[in-house]
Every structure is written in structure tokens, then in C-alpha cells.
């Protein structure tokens, strides 16, 4: 009996170190998110968190439907979550992506894409 509670203590203790000392490392996930404007938005993104908040920090490529990629930047949500649903907006030659960016704040990412015409 006294056996039995100590290997029920050595594995309570054991599982609660691992959870402590894993509680707070990175977490790697990837969206593809289709788009409106037609081809697929690549988001890499990396998840921290502490005792005091949280973050998602989101690298962005923009996959077209010829094949090429265009790297477009990053973002990060500070204590809010990330709902992977971001979509594009064209205007003209222009892609235009709002992201997360600072504590409760957003950031727009514009950027000028060439045509095959050049």
C-alpha cells in the first residue's frame, strides 16, 4: 500500500515538472486560407504565451494561381487570439492585408504586385 502511494506521488510529481516546464514553450502552427481575390494565403505562425499574456506571431505569403509566391510580411496578435481568417483586398496592382500588430492595435500591409505585362 505505502509502495503503491509513493509511485502515485513520484508520478503526480513527475507529470506536474513535465507540464511546468513545457507550459510555456512555443507552439508552431500553419493556415492556408483560400482567398476571394483567387489563390491561397501561407500563414506560419508561432504561439507564446506566460503568465501574463500571449501572442501569435504570423509570417504571410501570398501563393497566386500560377504558382508564384509573394512573401508579404508579418503580423502579430498580442492577448487576442488569431482567427486565421484574413483575406486579401486588390485594388488595381495593389494587395492590401490587415493584419494584428502591437497590444490591441492593427497594421495594414500594402504592397504594389507587377502584372505579366510588366
Known amino acids: 500500500m505505502k509502495k503503491a502511494f509513493l509511485i502515485t506521488l513520484f508520478l503526480l510529481a513527475a507529470i506536474l515538472i513535465y507540464g511546468f516546464l513545457t507550459a510555456f514553450d512555443p507552439e508552431y502552427d500553419q493556415a492556408n486560407i483560400?482567398?476571394?481575390?483567387?489563390?491561397?494565403?501561407?500563414?506560419?505562425?508561432?504561439?507564446?504565451?506566460?503568465?501574463?499574456?500571449?501572442?501569435?506571431?504570423?509570417?504571410?505569403?501570398?501563393k497566386l494561381n500560377n504558382g508564384d509566391t509573394i512573401d508579404i510580411g508579418n503580423g502579430t496578435y498580442y492577448a487576442r487570439e488569431w482567427n486565421k481568417d484574413e483575406q486579401l483586398i486588390k485594388y488595381r496592382n495593389w494587395l492590401i492585408l490587415k493584419t494584428g500588430s502591437g497590444f490591441r492595435a492593427d497594421k495594414i500591409i500594402v504592397g504594389r504586385v507587377e502584372d505579366e505585362n510588366g
Open 34 to 62: 483560400m482567398q476571394n481575390i483567387g489563390g491561397m494565403l501561407i500563414c506560419h505562425s508561432v504561439y507564446h504565451a506566460d503568465h501574463h499574456s500571449w501572442q501569435y506571431d504570423i509570417s504571410y505569403k501570398y
